[in-house]
């Protein structure tokens, strides 16, 4: 089982990333999707979650309104699309793959926010 995370880096306040993450090793369409984040010296939260074929997503409210999370099936990929970005989005952000009690953990992309 593989999550890979990118599209992680530097970027000023008020712009935008994509963050991607590429499944490997499970039936990717089973399981439900997130993004978490974990800013030093923080305890990591949810930041996106989209359900099983996409038709529900649900955001943190820090994130409502700026960020999007979406899934492709057929390439075995969730994205978080990250607009208006402040300083205190920087983090490092994980992917996870969800199935009842099973979770399955990328390692992180840092994301740097600059004011």
């Known amino acids: 089982v593989q999550l890979v995370e990118s599209g992680g880096g530097l970027v000023q306040s008020g712009g935008s990333l994509r963050l991607s993450c590429a499944a490997d090793g499970f039936t990717f369409s089973s399981y439900v999707m997130s993004w978490h984040r974990q800013a030093p010296g923080k305890e990591r939260e949810l930041v996106a979650s989209?359900?099983?074929?996409?038709?529900?997503?649900n955001y943190a409210d820090s994130v409502k309104g700026r960020f999007t999370i979406s899934r492709v099936d057929a390439k075995n990929t969730v994205y978080l699309q990250m607009n208006s970005l402040k300083p205190e989005d920087t983090a490092v952000y994980y992917c996870?793959?969800?199935?009842?009690?099973?979770?399955?953990w990328g390692t992180g992309t840092l994301v740097t926010v600059s004011s």
């Open positions: 996870q793959a969800s199935y009842y009690v099973r979770n399955y």
């Open positions: 989209i359900s099983r074929g996409g038709g529900v997503t």
